[in-house]
């Protein structure tokens, strides 16, 4: 029996729909509050029904549920779902304080479903590169890690999104969206962020852009950037560095799919043969019924068919609840780094 699924939120979620439809869930319920998407939605997948309230999915026969709803409000329906015994997929923020994330922490734990993260990013194909670069020791001991998430925008797209108080990128702290870059961070580390001091990019537009450094429990220093600013790199907004006591790993500040390219560089002084490496590796591709799917897509299909393998057969959620709390409030920290002069604030450990 294939997994039936219901999407919550159907911009981002009917994306997804499509994606849980072709690595082999029914989408079997549709809700969000807008009439338009709705409509649309109901052109694009006409066998599943349709509705305006979130609430109605509880009734549904359901084995999953993705949240694709408002960046800040993902818990409260998470915690509603876990406790109907309903597997949750959750997007973007897993919570927007300590209460919240101790609160969703505890009903994954007493749920007899499961909470996922939907974070693509920890496998998109310059991350699956360089964590196999990580997990087979080419780097040493990691020291350093840097990740953007970026996006070039005119000015006047920037504004009508973060300053319009109806869009939940009006009402979040600049720091608030910080998962994209932070879940990366802690999948290839295995760390737990520790202490966090965030930073206006540009004091003149001080809502667009924060660089934040994390302190993280390995010792090493994390260096995230996200927000508005311009030259985004071509790999779906995401750039990744890693420094180890042996080497370097990072990918492409490239054009097109060269923008998913790693470099992986070794100092003659860490090789047997006593030779520099430097070298350039590009991802294998990621096959859906027999055929490439595009670059920027192969995150998403990852996720889905991990979150697909912890539904049916209970293997471990990609981004089990824990790192997805522990991402989000280093957002909830570096928001309060910012109103008391960048200095560094500890991340609740949970």
């Not at 667009?208 to 260096?223: D, F, H, K």
């Amino acid at each position: 029996m294939r997994i039936r699924v219901g999407v919550i939120g159907l911009g981002m979620g009917l994306h997804l729909a499509h994606w849980c439809r072709r690595v082999g869930m029914d989408v079997v319920a549709l809700c969000d509050r807008d009439p338009e998407r709705r409509a649309a939605a109901a052109a694009d997948l006409p066998d599943a029904d349709l509705t305006d309230r979130w609430e109605d999915l509880l009734e549904r026969p359901l084995d999953a549920v993705v949240l694709a709803n408002d960046f800040d409000a993902h818990a409260p329906l998470a915690v509603a779902f876990l406790d109907r015994g309903v597997h949750v997929l959750s997007e973007s923020a897993a919570c927007t304080d300590e209460a919240e994330g101790r609160e969703l922490i505890a009903a994954a734990e007493r749920s007899t479903a499961t909470y996922s993260f939907a974070e693509n990013y920890v496998v998109h194909p310059h991350a699956r590169l360089i964590r196999a670069a990580v997990d087979a020791g080419e780097l040493g001991r990691i020291s350093l890690i840097e990740a953007d998430y970026l996006h070039a925008m005119a000015p006047g797209t920037v504004a009508s999104l973060i300053g319009d108080p109806n869009h939940w990128r009006g009402r979040i702290a600049p720091t608030a969206y910080c998962t994209h870059t932070l879940s990366p961070v802690l999948a290839l580390t295995g760390a737990r962020p520790v202490e966090v001091a965030a930073f206006t990019v540009d004091e003149q537009d001080p809502r667009s852009a924060v660089v934040m450094t994390v302190r993280l429990s390995t010792g090493a220093l994390a260096v995230t950037r996200h927000g508005f600013l311009q030259g985004e790199p071509d790999s779906h907004w995401s750039w990744l560095s890693v420094r180890g006591t042996h080497g370097l790993a990072e990918s492409l500040r490239a054009p097109g799919d060269r923008a998913y390219a790693v470099r992986v560089r070794n100092e003659g002084w860490t090789t047997p043969d006593g030779a520099v490496r430097d070298e350039e590796r590009d991802p294998p591709h990621v096959l859906v019924d027999g055929s490439p799917v595009e670059r920027r897509a192969e995150g998403t299909v990852l996720l889905l068919r991990a979150f697909r393998d912890t539904v049916e057969r209970g293997a471990p959620p990609l981004v089990p609840v824990r790192d997805a709390v522990a991402a989000s409030l280093v957002g909830v920290a570096g928001a309060r780094s910012l109103a008391e002069g960048s200095r560094p604030v500890p991340v609740p450990q949970l």
